[in-house]
């Protein structure tokens, strides 16, 4: 304080830093609630980038849920459309996604999801023209595990870690189209009754997170799909599907701890069946 300044003096520069500070009190107070009520919409966005670059095609989501006092995220109408050039149906899609977390790590460098279960899950085959809907989006996956990663996506964020301690895939259907022949043999369906994997890790942006989850997933429904003992599929399609989907697994082997032994697990719960 200025040596000249008397009471009155002290007393209005006190009303003024009071005034500061109740200024920047509320201003924060009206950032919270204003993140509050774009949280869905922030979720969102961040999962359609973080697909669209994973897959290098147009990702959509139709509603997000985020509760944060609750740590839970459900998330509905999830699509993988599919590249240019082939049915206007989605490549993959999910009925239903839900996610669970430890409240205590939502703000810290590391994010501890305990659960995420996804169920309905649809996924379209298609071949057309000597081109596979599946080749483009399998190779786009496969250059994410390159030696830069793939081009990642701008989002501006700082680093942090991701951690999945169980995923539960639950109803996976998958339809395969063959253009140019008969529908009856032209068509097959495989039906996996569940994938469970365990242990993901990841370390990147929220959209780079997001992506790698992505990719993991969708190596995974894939794999369970091809190595269905309950429905042939066509040559066409099953000798290119295992070709990508060796390099694949290979490449999320540090991302899966657990994922080829789940993996194995499923095959022996189809043969059984």
Not at 2 to 16: H, S, T, W
Not at 17 to 33: K, P
Not at 58 to 81: E, M, N, R, Y
Not at 238 to 258: C, I, P, S, V, Y
Request: hydrophobic share 45%; glycine share 10%.
């Amino acid at each position: 304080m200025d040596a000249g300044c008397g009471e009155p003096c002290i007393l209005a520069r006190m009303k003024i830093l009071v005034r500061i500070l109740l200024g920047i009190a509320v201003l924060v107070l009206v950032l919270l609630v204003a993140a509050f009520f774009f949280l869905d919409s922030i979720v969102r966005g961040a999962v359609e980038k973080g697909g669209a670059h994973a897959t290098g095609t147009q990702v959509t989501l139709d509603k997000a849920d985020f509760a944060l006092t609750s740590g839970k995220l459900d998330l509905a109408g999830f699509s993988i459309h599919n590249p240019e050039g082939f049915q206007d149906e989605p490549f993959v899609s999910a009925a239903a996604i839900h996610a669970a977390w430890e409240n205590g790590t939502i703000f810290s460098n590391e994010l501890v999801i305990d659960e995420i279960g996804l169920d309905g899950i649809a996924v379209n085959l298609e071949r057309a023209d000597g081109r596979t809907n599946f080749g483009k989006i399998l190779e786009h996956l496969k250059s994410l595990g390159g030696p830069d990663g793939g081009s990642a996506p701008s989002d501006g964020g700082s680093k942090h870690s991701l951690v999945v301690k169980h995923v539960s895939i639950t109803n996976v259907k998958a339809t395969v189209h063959l253009s140019g022949i008969p529908l009856a043999a032209g068509n097959a369906s495989v039906t996996v009754p569940k994938i469970e994997l365990n242990d993901f890790h990841s370390n990147g942006t929220t959209q780079e997170n997001i992506a790698k989850l992505t990719s993991a997933i969708v190596t995974a429904v894939l794999d369970a799909t091809v190595n269905s003992k309950d429905a042939v599929l066509p040559k066409e399609i099953l000798g290119e599907l295992k070709g990508n989907l060796d390099t694949l697994k290979a490449q999320a082997q540090d991302q899966w701890k657990d994922a080829k032994k789940d993996l194995d697990s499923v095959k022996d719960i189809l043969k059984k069946k």
